[in-house]
């Protein structure tokens, strides 16, 4: 059974600081990893794709991934109350896509 | 512009009545997929399809069907046998393992 797992919230944090969001995977195959924002009420955005072992930056935003470990987490630098949402990981180890249930963040002013 | 689109975006039925949404992309990609999202939990595959007149059962199949016909279409049909349907549908489309989501059609069962 493809599983992923990440604590549901929600993780509060103030704005300008560091938000950490995890996630582990049970399938050992899986290859490749994903970030989603979702908002309230509406579709989810891909905001980071990772493949490799070690971090990938993009602005604000960091994935790490550690394939020993099965665990992939996103870094939010300088939160911001925009970045209230709920914070999707996601697996493929075959052709479709598997996510976990989501992080809820909220970011007060 | 590119990119994918549902519809409708809000649907309501009685029990008993099939309904199809419909998920059109102009991204030329070869692979599409219907999630399920219920409130407070993850996205749940329903079908999947990696090339025209082909698709293959998710994890929650039972009380759908889908058709792929066209590569820039793939319509859900969400039949009566579908015991608990309110719900917010995602369809989405792959491009070189990244999936990218229409804005959803979110269904309730009056």
């Known amino acids: 059974q493809k599983e992923v797992e990440q604590n549901s919230g929600p993780l509060s944090v103030p704005e300008g600081a560091i938000a950490s969001l995890n996630c582990t995977y049970s399938?050992?195959?899986?290859?490749?990893f994903f970030w989603y924002r979702q908002y309230s009420g509406k579709s989810p955005e891909l905001i980071m794709s990772?493949?490799?072992?070690g971090d990938k930056e993009d602005g604000r935003f960091t994935a790490q991934l550690n394939k020993a470990s099965q665990y992939v987490s996103l870094l939010i630098r300088d939160s911001q109350p925009s970045d209230s949402a709920t914070y999707l990981c996601a697996v493929n180890p075959y052709s479709t896509l598997t996510f976990g249930k989501g992080t809820m963040l909220l970011v007060s002013p | 512009d590119g990119g994918i689109t549902q519809s409708p975006k809000y649907l309501f039925r009685k029990e008993g009545q099939n309904v199809t949404l419909s998920c059109e992309q102009n991204?030329?990609?070869?692979?599409m997929y219907w999630y399920r999202q219920d409130p407070g939990q993850g996205l749940r595959l329903i079908y999947y399809?990696?090339?025209?007149?082909?698709?293959q059962k998710g994890d929650i199949a039972e009380g759908y069907s889908v058709s792929r016909e066209k590569k820039e279409s793939f319509p859900l049909t969400v039949t009566s046998a579908q015991k608990n349907p309110t719900a917010f549908y995602l369809c989405?489309?792959?491009?070189?393992?990244?999936?990218?989501f229409g804005e959803g059609s979110r269904l309730t069962v009056l």
């Open positions: 990772i493949y490799s072992n």
């Open positions: 399938d050992r195959v899986s290859q490749s």
């Open positions: 989405a489309s792959k491009a070189s393992g990244e999936l990218f």
């Open positions: 399809s990696q090339i025209v007149n082909d698709f």
């Open positions: 991204l030329n990609h070869d692979a």
